[in-house]
């Protein structure tokens, strides 16, 4: 059983900053991706960062220059750190893992979420 647990969400006003973790424990192996998505009320879930074993980054344009996401393998946890929040980026915020089997399939695990809110 695998489970990912976030916390470092909170209240933070425009331009602030904030980081969020995401520590994964249980059977875990052949770790693929580790990531950040996130939901406003009333939108879909969408990709904000996700960063490769290999230390390759991807980033949503919305949020590129002001968000990094980094890792520590060692302790399978990874970060969002982002800076010159803006209002826009009020959400629930939810790490995601990707493994990948001996035999080829990809397997993906989702955190509960933690709220983040950009207000003045």
């Known amino acids: 059983q695998v489970q990912l647990v976030e916390s470092g969400g909170g209240l933070v006003q425009p331009g602030g900053s904030l980081r969020v973790s995401c520590a994964a424990s249980?059977?875990?192996?052949?770790?693929?991706?580790m990531g950040w998505h996130r939901q406003a009320p009333g939108k879909q879930r969408e990709l904000v960062a996700v960063?490769?074993?290999?230390?390759?980054?991807n980033y949503a344009d919305s949020v590129k220059g002001r968000f990094t996401i980094s890792r520590d393998n060692a302790k399978t946890t990874w970060y969002l750190q982002m800076d010159s929040l803006k209002p826009a980026d009020t959400a629930v915020y939810y790490c995601?893992?990707?493994?990948?089997?001996?035999?080829?399939?990809?397997?993906?695990?989702w955190g509960q979420g933690t709220q983040v809110t950009i207000s003045s």
């Open positions: 995601r893992m990707t493994t990948m089997s001996m035999y080829g399939y990809e397997y993906g695990y």
């Open positions: 249980g059977r875990i192996s052949s770790i693929n991706t």
């Open positions: 960063i490769s074993t290999d230390g390759s980054t």
